[in-house]
């Protein structure tokens, strides 16, 4: 049975304001404006950091207001008929802040967690993944759990992992670069190449780990994956707890938001290559400079000579 999600504005009035948790040493309200919309205020003790805060938010109307070194911040929903995302928003706010013990930073508190969620909801009305972002964000954290935590650390890992952040490659380790890409076995070897810097490596060398993938209900999701990694970390390690958090949701993976189906795979095959000068590519040298993007597909089944042992990439 699907437990019914509680509505806490529900009995208030317009203009009304309800104390979230009278046990916290944090001051959240539950609101209705004088729309009757629904919303959260968090009062600062604190005006540190408060010009940081963000003012825009998709969906939301933001409202500060600073009275005797005392900051407001009002988040209102446009639409009520959105609450139930809206308040598990507000939810994360009140959890997150639980683990803030010092009023001062708060704010920054705060803010970070609201960054998360304009990045989430700047997708709109999008909250499941297609079959095609859950291929590569699987296919990321399998290399994260299964090759990078045995040769460091979970921290180490996470920290390496900086696809999210739309750098260039997937993964910046200590002796490399590492782009992870992903097909469906049944239809051949041909991974897509996003743009002319993908492929570009200067500073380090550069792999690219193909895996192959099948869809199979004995295969894995990639809340199993998440679920695995998720398990390597210490209760004390919050930050870089919030980093993995904040990663997934770049690829809009956001806990008790996103929606299913999540697909099950079972991983046929994971090939590294070494992607050195001779390697098929196109780079940003190759083409007129009147071209400033493309994309293209390579056929791995004609790469054979390229391919090295995985474990080089800890090795050069």
Partial sequence: MIEEVPNPWHGMHANATRRVDHKSIHNFHWVKDQNSRFGILVIFDTLENESELITKIQGLTIIKRIDNSVLELYLIINDNKDWEIFYTLCNDLVKVS????????????????L??????????KILAMTEIQQMGLLTELHFLLNVLVPDS??????L??????????DFSIKNAFVEIKSFISSKGPFVRISSLHQLNFTIKPLFMIACALSRSEIGISILDLIGQINGLFQETENLIREDFENKLAQYGFLFNITEPPFYKWTIDSVVAYSVIDRFPK????????????AEYTIDLSKCSEFETDINTIFKT
Avoid: H, M, Y
């Fill in 160 to 169: 390496a992992w900086v696809g999210p952040d739309f750098d260039k490659q």
């Fill in 115 to 124: 960054k998360r969620w304009q990045k989430f909801l700047s997708q709109g």
């Fill in 282 to 293: 196109l780079l940003s040298t190759d083409v007129p400079n009147q071209i400033i993007s």
């Fill in 98 to 113: 639980a683990d803030c013990g010092r009023p001062e930073k708060l704010i920054k508190v705060i803010n970070n967690r």
């Fill in 153 to 158: 650390s979970a921290t180490e890992a996470i």
